[in-house]
């Protein structure tokens, strides 16, 4: 089983990141002494890259990484790559919400409609890396509904879903159509046709 150092620190991602890969590939917690990384590159790609390639150096190990946008198409693709920060550096999640919701106030269900995007990412000591995308289509509520989940999840009602939030629906069920699922579900994929060409 390979063995991947995992570059995020948060317990809600990394929750169900490990979920997705338990019994395919050993996750290892990223180190304490290990600082996290400014996430100030302009892609998603690009953070998750500056993620994993500073623990692979500080480690020696490979490292596993990915990074996650919202899209809102009434603005434009915004937030994307500054999801995080949306309210103002330093926000919380509730910040963000409330804001997304305030700044969505006019705008009817029809055209509420966002995009999660997550890249999955590995980069191996050496060099080598594999990114890959996971994208979940849905819409932003117009009021926040459910207990479940961390960021944006009470107030993203996924297309594929039955109406429901992320937040009113159980781990698993997020896990199946969400953006970070399938994102790597993909690099699970990936991963295995490499072992099968080498
Ligand atoms: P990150 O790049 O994975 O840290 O994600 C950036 C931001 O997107 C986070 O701070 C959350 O606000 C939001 N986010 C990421 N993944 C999810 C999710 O699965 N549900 C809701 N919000 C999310």
Redesign the pocket.
Known sequence: MERFVCA?A?PD?VA?IASVLAGLVELVPRPAHVPEVV?DADT?VG?ARLKAAALCVATGCAAIS?????EVDALGGEPGVS??MFAGIGCS?AD?RAKMLDVLRDVVPPHRTAR?K?VAMVVWPDGRELAVEGVCEGGIATTELGER?????SI?IPAEGDGRT?SQMSESE?NEI???GRAFRALLAALADRAGEA
């Open positions: 995020s948060n991602k169900e996430e998603l953070n990915d990074d996650t946008g919202l999801t995080a999640y963000n999660f997550t989940g961390f960021g944006y999840d993203f992320f997020k969400s953006h970070r």
